[in-house]
């Protein structure tokens, strides 16, 4: 079991930067893969990075790849979410995931548990 926090999350202009943390509760955090999505309005949720549970291996969808960097503390039970360059077309709800399916799990029925999201919002 593990319960996931993000914070970060705000308003920021185009071009601008903001930093996602992902703090989680329990004992196991390095067993498992995290990974953040997130939900514009009106739209499904979607993937948009992964880091295995040893932090070695990330992946990226095509849409943030160069722009958002994933990473993670596991002495912080912690997983960051890095984004540069940011585009109103960025603007959503961003949620962190936790999965012991696979190594760096692209889809959302591959995470059993989730945060409760942080709006992040880009102005043009």
């Known amino acids: 079991q593990v319960q996931l926090v993000e914070s970060g999350g705000g308003l920021v202009q185009a071009g601008g930067s903001l930093r996602l943390s992902c703090a989680a509760s329990g004992r196991t955090f390095n067993n498992y893969a995290m990974g953040w999505f997130r939900q514009a309005p009106g739209k499904e949720r979607e993937f948009v990075a992964a880091n295995s549970a040893s932090g070695d291996t990330t992946y990226y969808a095509d849409s943030v790849k160069g722009r958002f960097t994933i990473s993670r503390d596991n002495a912080k039970n912690t997983v960051y979410l890095q984004m540069s360059s940011l585009k109103p077309e960025d603007t959503a709800v961003y949620y962190c995931?936790?999965?012991?399916?696979?190594?760096?799990?692209?889809?959302?029925?591959?995470?059993?548990?989730w945060g409760q999201g942080t709006q992040v919002t880009v102005s043009s």
């Open positions: 995931a936790a999965s012991t399916r696979g190594k760096v799990p692209t889809r959302r029925y591959e995470y059993g548990y």
